[in-house]
C-alpha cells in the first residue's frame, strides 16, 4: 500500500548486455528499443515490481518495462487480464499491459519474466492542497461507479474468496500482541472498539470487485481528471465499501480536518446517489475506515518506518475521538 515516486528500481539481471536484452524483450511486443529514459520519474509504488524503468521506442513512444518479481507470475497474469476485460468495458482510464499478436502480456528472458505497460503522463498532487479539492472528489466517485458496473461479471476472480478485513484484523493483533506488544497496548482500546462495534456485523457486509488500493497517489491526474488508475496488486472481491473507506482514510491522514470538506463529502455525496454501496455498509463506513487502517499500519511497521508508525497511530486515535462528529458531518447516525 505504500505509494510514492520512484524513478527506475533495482538491477536488471540479463544474461547479455542491458541494451541488447531490453532489444530483445521489447521486440517480444513488436517493438524498437531507443533507449532508457532515467529522467523520468515513474507513478505508484516501486514494490509492485523486481526492476522498471521508463524505456523509449524508435517511435518516441514511452512506455514502462517491469520485470516480474518471483513467484507473482499468475497473479500478475491475472490482474493483466482483469484490466483488459475493464477496458474492453469502456473504462478509458484503465491501462492494461501490453499484449502481442499471440495474446501473451509476458515474456520469458533466461529465468526472468517482463512485461511493458503504457507511460502516462500525468500532473503532480500538491500535498496536501489537493485533499480539499471537490472537482478530484467527483472524479474519484465516478470511477469507481464505473468500475463497479464495468466489472460485472468479472471471469477472474472468485466471489466466493473475498478478502476478509475481519481476519485480517484478528491476525493481525494476535501477531501485535506477542511482537509489537507497547504498540498492542497504546491500541488497546482502538482494538477494543473494532472487536465490539464492527467485528460481529462484518461478515453482512456484501462484496463486491475492488481496486483494493485505491487513494490519490495511485491515481494519475490530469489538470481536472483522472488520467489513469494503477496499482491493481490488491485488486479482487472484497466488502462494497472497501475503496471508499480506503479513499478516505489515505485523504485523512494527510489532512484530518479534510475527512469533513469538500473532496470527501462530494466524493460521499456522488457514491451514494449512484448507489453502489449497500446501506449496512454505510453504516459501518467509520468503523471500516478504522479496521482498514491496520493493513496501513502493518505496511509501517513491515518496513521499520518509525514516523509513519508514529503517525497511523495518532491518526487511529484521532478516528476514534472523532468519530461522533465526523459522522454528523457525514449524516451517519448516532
Known sequence: MAHTWSPAIGEPNLSVNVHHGFQDIMAFWGLTYKRMR?????????????????VEDEKSMLLILEKIPSGSYSDKLRICRSLAFLRKRGMETVQPCLCNDEGRYMMRCGNEKWQILPYIEGVPLQRPEYVFHRWRGKEAAEFLVHLRKASEGMPFFVQDHS??????????????????????????????????????????????FCHGDY???????????IASVIDWEFAGYKSDVYDVANMLGCIGIEEPTSLVGDFALD?????????????????????????????????????????MIDLELDYMGLLLDSRHTIGRKWGMKE
Open 215 to 225: 487513494h490519490p497517489l495511485n491515481i494519475i491526474w490530469s489538470e481536472n481528471g
Open 267 to 307: 466524493f460521499m455525496s456522488q457514491i451514494k446517489e449512484e448507489g453502489i454501496i449497500s446501506t449496512i455498509s454505510w453504516n459501518t463506513l467509520l468503523e471500516f475506515i478504522i479496521t482498514l487502517r491496520f493493513a496501513w499500519l502493518a505496511e509501517w511497521l513491515r518496513n521499520c518506518d518509525h514516523e
Open 163 to 208: 478478502f476478509s478485513l475481519k481476519d485480517y484484523f484478528i491476525d493481525m493483533t494476535q501477531k501485535m500482541r506477542v511482537y509489537h506488544p507497547e504498540i498492542f497496548t497504546r491500541l488497546a482500546p482502538i482494538i477494543d472498539f473494532v472487536e465490539q462495534a464492527f467485528l460481529d456485523i462484518y461478515d453482512e457486509l456484501p462484496v463486491a
Open 38 to 54: 532515467p529522467d523520468i520519474a515513474m507513478h505508484g509504488s516501486p514494490e509492485r515490481a523486481a526492476y522498471r524503468s521508463v
